[in-house]
């Protein structure tokens, strides 16, 4: 008879990763417990997954793109984000929000400071009177 209780998840363990400069597809499969075509997949759904390849053409992924899979499939299969979600979660973990803010206040701050660019009417004028002078 099956119980109807709530199977209860274990928190989310970091995940040991070898300390190799280099990951075949099989080895980052068994890593994250994904068939190696999901990681196909998930490579053209999320652009920072970039592996390098071999002269043979295998695949040879680095710690940062398999700590990304990791990542990426504790936000499909344990958040359950849709694969558009996890990709924004993604993107927008590298780009603060205070960021532009800050870029635009230091920009109006810098303006402050400048001499304002003079018109070329003026500089017409002073080039004349030059002009003049040195005939």
Do not use: C, N
């Not at 099956?2 to 300390?19: F, M």
């Not at 603060?96 to 400071?113: C, E, S, Y």
């Amino acid at each position: 008879m099956h119980s109807s209780a709530p199977i209860e998840v274990p928190p989310l363990a970091k995940q040991e990763i070898p300390d190799k400069l280099y990951f075949r597809i099989g080895d980052v499969s068994r890593l994250a417990g994904v068939k190696p075509y999901v990681l196909r997949y998930w490579e053209t759904e999320f652009p920072a997954i970039a592996p390098k390849k071999s002269g043979t053409g295998q695949r040879l992924y680095r710690r940062k793109d398999v700590e990304l899979i990791l990542e990426i499939k504790h936000l499909l299969y344990e958040k359950r984000f849709t694969i558009e979600g996890a990709r924004k979660a993604i993107d927008s973990r590298g780009k603060p929000a205070a960021a532009p803010k800050r870029a635009t206040k230091d920009i109006k701050q810098a303006m402050l400071f400048t001499p304002p660019a003079p018109d070329i009417s003026s500089i017409r004028t002073e080039l004349v009177d030059i002009l003049a002078l040195l005939k």
